[in-house]
């Protein structure tokens, strides 16, 4: 499988994520934005990946914040892959790290992406009101419904990819909150899952 098929994007996209990509390779030595070892794999570790996303989210979308995007991933990749279609609209990405805040803006120069970056704890900031909500590898699920609860709209969803540990993360977050969830599984990996989430409240 080539890089381009198993994206579904133009050539256009294509390209930007080939930009964004080759900035990952020239700044993960300084600033550790993946894991080294999955760095060579980097398309389909955290681009494909992340892509896979973009296409679980009820289109067209608004606002979409990503929280604690580290190098970008999904936020990022969901940003460029957006803006044929201006789905999402803006994008937010949420993120404590001043360096991998630093990357991250130079992504969106470099590429014109819809992205903003707010360089600062979740818990700090006022409500996002976002229509779509990400995060991956970030938190536990409990947690994860927490940062839903503040940030998401009332009508929103919420896009959790979560690994081989996804059902027990998922009875526990029962005991603390309400919603209604969707499994779609991977398709870059056999074993994690993607949670879809909507109409978060405490339980
Ligand atoms: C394990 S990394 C995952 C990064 C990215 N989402 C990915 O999947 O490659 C978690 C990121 O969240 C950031 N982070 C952790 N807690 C945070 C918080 N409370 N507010 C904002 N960012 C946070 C960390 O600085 C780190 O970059």
Redesign the pocket.
Known sequence: MSAFDGLNVSRETFERLKIYESLLHKWNPRIN??ARSTLDSAWTR?ILDSAQIYHLAPHPVAHWA??????????LVVAIMGMEAESPAAVTL????TR?CTFLRTVIREIGAPARVIN????NLDPLQADVLS?????DLTTLLGFADQHLSKTGMAIFPKGESWAKELSDAERAWSFSHRVAKSKTETGPVILTVTGVARA
């Open positions: 934005l993946v955290h990503d929280l604690g995007s580290g190098g970008g991933f999904p936020g949420v993120e404590s790290d991998k600062d704890r979740i818990e995060a991956r590898a970030l938190a």
